[in-house]
DNA sequence: GACATCAATGTAAGCGCTTACATTTTGTCT
DNA sequence: AGACAAAATGTAAGCGCTTACATTGATGTC
């Protein structure tokens, strides 16, 4: 005694074609391409997968249908709000296409990002979206291999190949500290994530060291300080620029929670902002302009972002030519965290 | 022509056996059980591994062994910074010990909590983690016949008999309240996020209300205001509170991101915050305390209660007796937001 | 009425892996 | 050196599903 339709066992296809009195191809059928199938026998089938309580072996069905409907994306850290919203609108664009995302994150780390690369197409991941540029050349190549369609995104350069939605992180950054320059400012710091395997991060700097050259400043006295992201690196990272340099009247931050750190350490420091030091962040997240004083920061379309990267990826995955990369524009939000120097 | 170790197909564990020169059991082996295997066996299947760029097909493995190593979970959102935190702890423990995290999104609606559910176990997630204890009796016969071992979180009531780790809502908030009142409030506001299908929430206000009844104010008398999760839908809401109620000087909100959104509106009303009116929030996030006034809310272990979550799940797809569930003590942050009633 | 056509359904061959069981190799002991 | 146990490896049967191909039966045509 072993098999049984009425066995408290997890039902199978055959469970239910058993009980619905049909082959398994019909219900097979009738879960994939219910017009193939009458409705009087398909009725009778979807009866009996409820009767049966029956959910489809994932498992099984990649092996058999040799695709799995299922994208990944491999992100630095769901912590960050930033990555939290572009990947949300990406999950709902999927998901109106019948794709399901899989996420996993790298914790900024190179290596863990390539070991979840690899796992995530081991789970079939038909597509993938990653963040940024800077991967190993290895990589690059095993997802060439087993040809994974791969959309970069959060950074657009010209000079790549690989399919790209994202915005200009260095000229987006460029411009903001022409604005701050242009405030007067000529001791200038800049308080970074770490720009080791991090393009963006680099981007951004890179930007800033732009817009001082063209100022007629010299990019290489550049205050720069790198530091995991988080409210309380910016702050310690805040009070080591004021140590090192305290003629310093701006700190440029590569992102809004560096700089919402900077603006407190500045505050409990005794700094006025913007009457003693200016701050800017980057990313535009919702709480830059709650902050006191609120913050002058890049703002970037995170969620049109994901929701286009959604679709080029679904297109990548209808095999179309390989769609050009997409720059989506950025905006510098004056608010008041940036004023003239002192 | 098909099949060939030089193919550039996809390679199969049938290719590295045939370039290593053994069975596809020993492979097999070699990926598993690697000390089943003599050295120089495994040596030179490891060889033909990465000769060919091997990656097992996770879903011929799974439909195999009829194990993942695959811990499902269902968050209302990521946006929420929270659930973000809480998860990433979640995900960190479960990599330690081996098992990949999935996650699914239900946009806070109980039916696409019901179907991400579904798809979880459908991909042979090996156990569940679910926020809060409120969803369809259907969906948790569903798991129990399917035995997949779940956790509850962000929850704790006494009363309930399902595994879960979390904290108590209610008396959290109650807390929280009793502290208001003690302030000389008497007219009390909250803005909750929707209460329906949402025990954490209800439990919130529910809090509220005990904590009324206690100091003999009238329950009934509470003004709620449901609205969704957003810091813009926060401003709104508080709007309509001191539209509709202008002798309001307490507005409890269900979480710090309405608190959020309604301490932007006080401030442009013109009303002085806690002045005027007093502000409280529920979580602690990272900008609760940057807030300005800086918020008092009630602060919430969210990376232990991840961290914890993922070894009591575990332990319970271990087989070991059902754990007793958790509950973690929160305490309230007492910040600026909160003063005496005017 | 015989036959072609087409829609609905059935049959059965895998998909790539794990694992129980069978076989071979190695090592140990007398 | 022979016998035997243990270790290493091989053989092959599925796991639950999709799908190419075969079969059946209805419908329409002349």
């Given at each position: 005694m072993a098999q049984s339709t009425s066995e408290s066992a997890i039902p199978t296809l055959a469970d239910v074609a058993r009980r619905a009195?049909?082959?398994?191809?019909?219900?097979?059928?009738?879960?994939?391409?219910?017009?193939?199938?009458?409705?009087?026998?398909?009725?009778?089938?979807?009866?009996?997968?409820?009767?049966?309580?029956?959910?489809?072996?994932?498992?099984?069905?990649?092996?058999?249908?040799?695709?799995?409907?299922?994208?990944?994306?491999?992100?630095?850290?769901?912590?960050?709000?930033?990555?939290?919203?572009?990947?949300?609108?990406?999950?709902?664009?999927?998901?109106?296409?019948?794709?399901?995302?899989?996420?996993?994150?790298?914790?900024?780390?190179?290596?863990?990002?390539?070991?979840?690369?690899?796992?995530?197409?081991?789970?079939?991941?038909?597509?993938?979206?990653?963040?940024?540029?800077?991967?190993?050349?290895?990589?690059?190549?095993?997802?060439?291999?087993?040809?994974?369609?791969?959309?970069?995104?959060?950074?657009?350069?010209?000079?790549?190949d690989k399919p790209a939605i994202g915005f200009d992180n260095r000229a987006a950054m460029a411009e903001l500290a022409r604005l701050v320059i242009g405030q007067g400012h000529r001791n200038i710091a800049c308080i970074s994530a770490p720009t080791a395997s991090n393009d963006r991060a680099r981007g951004r700097v890179e930007g800033i060291r732009l817009a001082m050259g063209e100022a007629g400043l010299d990019a290489d006295e550049l205050l720069l300080i790198e530091t995991p992201y988080g409210i309380e690196t910016g702050e310690t990272a805040m009070r080591q620029v004021m140590a090192a340099a305290p003629a310093t009247t701006a700190i440029l931050c590569g992102n809004d929670v560096l700089a919402l750190g900077a603006l407190r350490a500045a505050l409990e420091i005794g700094l006025g902002v913007p009457g003693d030091v200016s701050i800017t962040g980057f990313d535009d997240i919702e709480i830059a302009m709650l902050a006191e004083p609120a913050l002058t920061t890049v703002h970037v379309p995170h969620r049109e972002m994901g929701r286009r990267a959604a679709s080029m990826l679904i297109q990548m995955l209808r095999g179309k030519d390989p769609p050009k990369s997409v720059k989506l524009p950025t905006d510098i939000r004056l608010r008041q965290s940036l004023g003239p120097a002192r």
């Open positions: 009195n049909v082959s398994t191809a019909t219900v097979s059928r009738c879960l994939n391409n219910p017009n193939q199938v009458v409705d009087e026998t398909r009725a009778r089938v979807l009866q009996a997968v409820s009767d049966l309580g029956y959910a489809p072996n994932f498992g099984a069905r990649a092996l058999a249908a040799k695709q799995t409907n299922t994208v990944g994306a491999v992100i630095p850290t769901m912590e960050n709000a930033v990555f939290a919203r572009g990947i949300q609108a990406f999950q709902e664009e999927l998901g109106r296409h019948g794709k399901t995302l899989l996420i996993a994150s790298s914790a900024y780390q190179e290596d863990l990002e390539d070991t979840q690369v690899r796992a995530l197409v081991a789970r079939g991941a038909d597509a993938l979206l990653l963040i940024g540029y800077d991967r190993s050349p290895e990589l690059y190549a095993f997802l060439a291999k087993r040809s994974v369609p791969t959309l970069v995104t959060w950074s657009f350069a010209e000079e790549q």
